[in-house]
Antibody, heavy 113, light 108 residues
Framework: EVQLVESGGGLVQPGGSLRLSCVAS????????MSWVRQAPGKGLEWVAN????????HYADSVRGRFTISRDNAKNSLYLQLDSLRVEDTAIYYC??????WGQGVLVTVST | SYELTQPPSVSVSPGQTARITCSGD??????TFWYQQRPGQAPVLVIY???ERPSGISERFSGSSSGTTVTLTISEVQAEDEADYYC???????????FGGGTRLTVL
């Protein structure tokens, strides 16, 4: 059974940083592109970033490019998202996803004073 | 940037058929995926590669494609189908993913 378990969310002030983690199981993690998708309160889904199997290619949404960094550790079956220079509008549930079919339960990031 | 357009809402009575459309310039070249999201839950894939249904998804869910518009059809709608539905596709170079704005299905 495929499982994706996120952690690392919380409350942070504007301008602050957080690191999200996602541990994958039930499939050969190193064989697949992985993504982060977010959903602001009461809003729709927004793709954030993805990363190639070996980490050699990474792509970002315009809204986060230059502030967020996606990475992975295939030895640990883990996906990461470093969130820097956070803004109030980054407040959202962040999902780790093996698109299209598999999503984690999500982790809440709240950016507020 | 690239956008997918969905109607904000669709309403149907129980037993009727609901159709949710998704339009985008590259949908004739790229596959589309559909997700159902109930309140407080993660999205669930209901259609992949335009028309395919994952195992465990009701046969009442189907997908179709015509040019730059794809359609999710839910037949014999039930109260449990009330949810938000999102389409998703990729740009033609597979550089980024994009989601439609979502459609709230209301069962009257």
């Amino acid at each position: 059974e495929v499982q994706l378990v996120e952690s690392g969310g919380g409350l942070v002030q504007p301008g602050g940083s957080l690191r999200l983690s996602c541990v994958a199981s039930g499939f050969n993690f190193s064989n697949y592109w992985m993504s982060w998708v977010r959903q602001a309160p009461g809003k729709g889904l927004e793709w954030v970033a993805n990363i190639k199997q070996n980490g050699s290619a990474r792509h970002y949404a315009d809204s986060v490019r230059g502030r967020f960094t996606i990475s992975r550790d295939n030895a640990k079956n883990s996906l990461y998202l470093q969130l820097d220079s956070l803004r109030v509008e980054d407040t959202a549930i962040y999902y780790c996803a093996f698109l299209p079919g598999y999503w984690g339960q999500g982790v809440l990031v709240t950016v507020s004073t | 940037s690239y956008e997918l357009t969905q109607p904000p809402s669709v309403s149907v009575s129980p037993g009727q058929t609901a159709r949710i459309t998704c339009s985008g310039d590259t949908l004739s070249k790229q596959y589309t995926f559909w997700y159902q999201q109930r309140p407080g839950q993660a999205p669930v894939l209901v259609i992949y590669k335009d028309t395919e249904r994952p195992s465990g998804i009701s046969e009442r869910f189907s997908g179709s494609s015509s040019g730059t518009t794809v359609t999710l059809t839910i037949s014999e709608v039930q109260a449990e189908d009330e949810a938000d539905y999102y389409c998703q596709s990729s740009d033609t170079t597979y550089t980024f993913e994009v989601f439609g704005g979502g459609t709230r299905l209301t069962v009257l």
